[in-house]
């Protein structure tokens, strides 16, 4: 069900500090990872939406253990992972891409369905993998049924990862637990010389295999290595998720405010990492101390020319600052977020134009053109990060509401109370 929410306006420069919750992006990677390791492992301070409930709920599914701890974090006891399995996927890609690859390892029939758009994400570079790899696996796309047989052979694999850099994640993920690990080449051939997008998540990926104890070779470009062996249980400590922090840093940027996100790590393999620069680009003063990162707005945002193929999930906040700036912004590099929530491109085009705004389609990316911008429905498309970046434009312009902003429990459990929490306003009841 979808929940109108009108944006609030800002009456002054906004001036808060704001924690915010774990990264989903390490959370369902350690997940996974815990899912198949040799013993239990703890997550400390995960992400709990819906992302990663779902992620959850399909490991408990497939016979894996996971606990609720007093302090939130998760408990995971691994088991030998079984069918029979009906895994929802909703519209996360980190449960749809990473878990297949790890369900390969089951005994039993395993069902893999999600949201009526996530039947339309690119699923097809991974499941021929798999088949490639030695799996049994029916169909190509959303719902798909696979037939685990308590192992997969492994091997070497090509593949076109040009349109998301999931599908190398999913496959080195539980490339330990192949019998012959897993060797993975992204093919310019097949791509048509397009490069993999997002390679930052990559890097995360192999970082955290490494501290499981993982031996993976990413020395060639385009080229992945999992040796097979054990995956060691651990701790992990879940980063604050800084791609979500963004939103709340474009709130100062767009007030001319201030905000504090504390916990902002001093080096990380988060893609929304890259923020840092982006918004000191556009004019704003950003300094990492003790207490977090801090940004402050200027006086007028400036527009930029820049390439986002690798923070390409930063896209929707930096088109909704570009909306506000003064001077045109171009973003390029980011044609394959065509195939993630929605079609990002289309709908950020759409939604700034329909406010009055000026933003033109390119072929890999978007120009934005400032102009007055008036108040009106801005569509979410089930997708939440484009529920924020309505949230950040109708901090400036009157009358803006949110046709679904409950798209954004997704990766934000509360994002609605924690918007009115920065703006000191009485939380919605």
Known sequence: MTQQWSAPTADGPVDATVPVPGSKSITNRALVLAALADRASTLHAPLRSRDTTLMVDALRSLGVGVVDGSDGSWLVTPHELRGPAQVDCG???????????????????????????????????????????????????????????????????????????????????????????????HSAALSGGRPVPSVPHIEMTVAMLREAGVVVDDST??????????????????????????????????????????????????????????????GCEVALTDAGL????????????????????????????AALAEGPTRIRGVAHIRGHETDRLAALAAEVNRLGGDAEETEDGLVITPRPLRGGVWRAYADHRMATAGAIIGLVVEGVSVDDIGSTTKTIPDFPGMWAAMLSLPRAR
Not at 238 to 258: K, Q
Not at 305 to 314: A, C, F, G, T
Request: aromatic content about 6%.
């Open 294 to 321: 801090t940004l402050r707005g200027p006086d007028r945002l400036t527009g930029i020319d820049v390439d986002l193929r690798d923070e390409s999930e930063l896209t929707p906040t930096v088109a909704a600052l």
């Open 91 to 185: 519209l996360a890609g980190t449960v749809m891409r990473f878990l297949p690859p790890a369900a390969a390892l089951a005994v039993g029939e395993i069902t893999f369905d999600g949201d009526p758009h996530a039947r339309t994400r690119p699923m097809s570079t991974i499941l021929h993998a798999l088949r490639a790899l030695g799996a049994d696996v029916a169909g190509d796309a959303l719902p798909f049924t696979l037939h685990g047989k308590g192992g997969v052979p492994g091997g070497e694999v090509t593949v076109d990862a040009s349109a998301s850099s999931q599908f190398v994640s999913g496959l080195l993920l539980s490339g330990a637990r192949y019998e012959s690990g897993v060797t993975i080449r």
């Open 221 to 282: 470009p385009d080229r992945w290595r999992v040796e097979p062996g054990a995956v060691e249980g651990r701790d992990w400590h879940v980063e604050p998720d800084l791609s979500n922090a963004t939103p709340f840093l474009a709130a100062a940027a767009v007030t001319g405010g201030r905000v504090t996100i504390p916990g902002w790590p001093a080096a990380t393999t988060q893609p929304g990492g890259a923020a840092r620069e982006l918004f000191e680009r556009m």
